[in-house]
């Protein structure tokens, strides 16, 4: 089984988001670049399996559509453990674009399961992994917590709004993975950094593709109002508070 | 212009999401001159039914589940596609759960149709029509403009009431004009979710942090949320430590919430942790540090050992209530 983990490159979570002057875009000064947590889990978990007796997970690549920026980012994937990767020269306007962009590839290469966040953390879309799957006529299946595969046999562990559910699947499928599928993300090593070097990343010019939406401007929160202590040996007054102020009891 | 809602039912009644998203439905109805279909799969009742009409429904479309007891993000996106042709419908409008995010962004593409999440609030224009959504988790707005004729929106969480226009409502059977993909899965196991207060769609939700100590201690939270009828969640450092299950973690990597009121216990207000709670209408900080980020968010706070102050909020909580 060959698997594709989509990996999007996110400002770290710590950053304070802020937009350029006509705050029509982010500015990007000063930002440390990640892979988006969800993906690093899904990668994580990929590689997991691959180490399992019996997977018969033969391949993990990864693939990315972004510029050549993100390179350092991606180098990373391939330092933890992927064996190869490749990117989509071009800078998204949408998910629908990210979705096309890689649809093309996974036709080519005959992928039989690609891997997905649910979210990525910066302009929080929630679509790319279902779009795919719809694109290339998958089955799909999204708030995925716990994977496994054995042979062409894909078990999944599914948490809906009201129910979870246990899933055995059959490849070729889409998973759009949330937390729980992996624990920690791996550290690369410096023989990892080093063999990632000898590792192909392929760079890959877009197809045409028409973005449907796009962002005209952006904003920061408006500041809260500070906040009102209450005496810790006055709890009484923060529920007269809560009901009567608030209006929230 | 018509408008097409997908009104989802977990056991008989329409949960308060789906009436606040039929709301938002009828006040975008009244600002484009159109109706609003909703279309409801399964065997409702038709009381329940009749409820939509209450909050600006004008029809409603019935139809059996689309892939059986099993839900199938490919089967559902071809049926709510076939009703949005069936209605001509310009939108497509869903609330803000797991299923809505499973299907919508396929439906989507089968309509080839703009879809943006997190809608928060009202169009701003038309034409070009513009609507603000939420980005980076939380921290930022972003004004965002759809060029399609058709238009596939999620509602964000809290940012529509519930209001009450009642208009006459039709409701017929609806079947699909294609043909569903039957599921190529099998579903071996499922586990239901009873009891407890949905974390996803509390109205109030009590959180706590490391500063909890350990897991013997959230009867100190389990009472205070019993109290308030609330639901309960944490932050990420509980999880990893097994101290409550992963599915109670907020945050930037866990589940973004939005209740009226959120109480933060011994947690510190880390970036990552606020991106999941930010849009709560209230924030309630106990922390012992008065320096912790969280009192940077919070309306009210408390500074004190959350030790003393927890059984003595509970007790003034349920003090109120009894009155
Ligand atoms: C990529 C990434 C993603 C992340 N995603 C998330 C996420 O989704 N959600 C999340 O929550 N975190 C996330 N984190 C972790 C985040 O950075 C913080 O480490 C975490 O939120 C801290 O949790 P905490 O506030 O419970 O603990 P701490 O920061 O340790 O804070 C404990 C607080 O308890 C207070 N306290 C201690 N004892 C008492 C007492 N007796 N009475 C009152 N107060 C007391 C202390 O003053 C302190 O403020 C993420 C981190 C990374 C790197
Ligand atoms: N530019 C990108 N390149 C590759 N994969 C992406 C990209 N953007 C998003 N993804 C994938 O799609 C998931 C959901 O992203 P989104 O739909 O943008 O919220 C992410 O977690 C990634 O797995």
Redesign the pocket.
């Known amino acids: 089984m060959k698997i594709l983990v ?3 490159v996110v400002p770290d979570t710590t950053t304070h988001i802020r937009f350029t002057d006509k705050m029509d875009a982010l500015d990007t000064s000063g930002i440390q670049w990640i892979i ?1 947590p ?2 690093e889990l ?1 990668l994580t978990r990929a590689l997991e399996i691959r180490e399992q007796p019996g997977s018969g997970v033969t391949q993990i690549s990864v ?4 510029m050549k920026d993100t390179e350092p980012v991606i180098q990373k994937t391939l330092a933890v453990g992927a064996d190869s990767a490749c990117r989509i020269n071009h800078a ?1 306007a949408d ?1 629908l674009e ?1 979705a096309s962009q ?1 649809a093309e590839i996974v036709r080519k290469e005959l992928f039989d399961l690609v891997m ?5 953390a910066d ?7 279902e779009m795919l799957a719809e694109l290339l006529g998958w089955a799909s299946f999204s708030s995925i917590s716990s994977l496994s595969v054995a042979g062409s046999v894909i078990t999944l562990e599914r948490e809906g709004d009201i129910r979870s559910e246990t899933i055995i699947a059959k490849a070729p499928c889409v998973v759009t993975i949330q937390k729980g599928i992996a624990k920690d993300p791996r550290i690369p090593s410096l023989r990892g950094i080093m063999t990632a070097r000898s590792k192909p990343l392929t760079v890959v010019e877009p197809v045409k593709c028409v973005p449907l939406t796009r962002f005209l401007r952006f904003e920061n929160p408006a500041p809260r109002s500070q906040c009102r202590m209450v005496d810790a040996s006055n709890v009484e007054e923060l529920v007269n508070l809560l009901r009567n102020e608030a209006n929230v009891l | 212009m018509s408008i097409l809602i997908y009104a989802y039912q977990y056991g008989e009644k329409f949960p308060k999401p789906v009436l606040e998203l039929a709301s938002y439905a009828s006040a975008l109805a009244e600002q484009t001159g159109g109706t609003v279909t909703a279309i409801v799969t399964g065997n409702p009742r038709e009381s329940d039914l009749e409820m939509l009409g209450q909050y600006g429904v004008s029809k409603i479309w019935v139809t059996p589940e689309p892939a059986g007891p099993s839900f199938d993000n490919r089967a559902y996106a071809a049926l709510l596609a076939s009703a949005a042709e069936g209605c001509g419908a310009s939108f497509v409008l869903l609330a803000d759960n797991a299923i809505s995010r499973a299907v919508a962004p396929r439906m989507a593409v089968r309509l080839k149709a703009g879809y943006i999440s997190g809608v928060a609030g009202l169009p701003l224009h038309m034409d070009p029509f513009t609507v603000k959504r939420s980005v980076f988790t939380g921290k930022a707005s972003a004004y965002a403009e759809i060029l399609t004729p058709v238009k596939v929106l999620i509602l964000a969480r809290n940012t529509w009431q519930t209001i009450e226009n009642p208009v006459t409502c039709l409701i017929e059977k609806f079947t699909p004009a294609v043909s569903l993909p039957a599921p190529d899965f099998e579903v071996v196991k499922v586990m239901e979710q009873t009891g407890t207060i949905r974390l996803q769609d509390a109205e109030v939700v009590v959180s706590g942090g490391r500063g909890m100590k350990s897991a013997d201690n959230w009867k100190l939270l389990e009472d205070l949320a019993g109290a308030l009828g609330a639901a309960l969640a944490c932050s990420r450092p509980v999880t990893d430590e097994g101290w409550r299950p992963h599915q109670e973690h907020v945050g930037q990597t866990g589940k973004v919430i939005a209740p009226n009121l959120y109480i933060a216990c011994g947690i510190s207000g880390a970036i990552q942790h606020i991106g999941g709670i930010s849009s709560s209408r209230v924030i309630i900080a106990i922390n012992k540090d008065p320096e912790a980020p969280i009192f940077q968010f919070a309306r009210f706070g408390i500074i004190g050992d959350l030790f003393q102050v927890l059984p003595a909020l509970t007790q003034a909580v349920k003090k109120l209530k009894s009155e």
């Open positions: 989509c990996i999007s988006n969800w993906d899904a693939i990315h559509v972004g998204p998910s990210t890689i997905t966040g649910h979210d990525s302009y929080n879309g929630s679509a790319v992994g």
